[in-house]
């Protein structure tokens, strides 16, 4: 899977990020869009990458259905297919790397 992280761009590496900081959580369009710089178009682009990258046809991150206002879907970190831990000091060194 490290592989994959390190092919990701820098907005789906943001909004990675942002799921491993809360692996359990089931989170919002508007979450995304209040914790990370993406809004609109360009988080829903990322989030559709994200979703259609795969580790042993398994999605990187899943669909909850919709959120209670009707905007947008809720999301889930497949943590099935990823280590959390390591996930998250790549994405952070990856990162780190653009600064």
Excluded: C, H
Excluded at 17 to 39: D, G, R, S
Excluded at 45 to 57: E, H, N, P, Q, Y
Excluded at 69 to 88: C, E, H, M, P, T
Aim: charged share 25%.
């Amino acid at each position: 899977m490290d592989k994959k992280i390190a092919r990701l761009t820098y907005n789906q590496l943001e909004l990675l990020a942002f799921f491993l900081k809360k692996p359990e959580a089931v989170l919002t369009v508007a979450e995304m869009e209040q914790a990370t710089a993406l809004k609109q178009k360009t988080l829903g682009g990322v989030l559709s990458s994200l979703s259609r990258t795969k580790f042993r046809d398994n999605s990187l991150i899943q669909p909850m259905g919709r959120a209670k206002n009707g905007v947008g879907l809720r999301w889930v970190l497949n943590k099935d297919i990823i280590d959390v831990y390591r996930a998250q000091l790549e994405v952070k060194r990856l990162l780190a790397s653009y600064k």
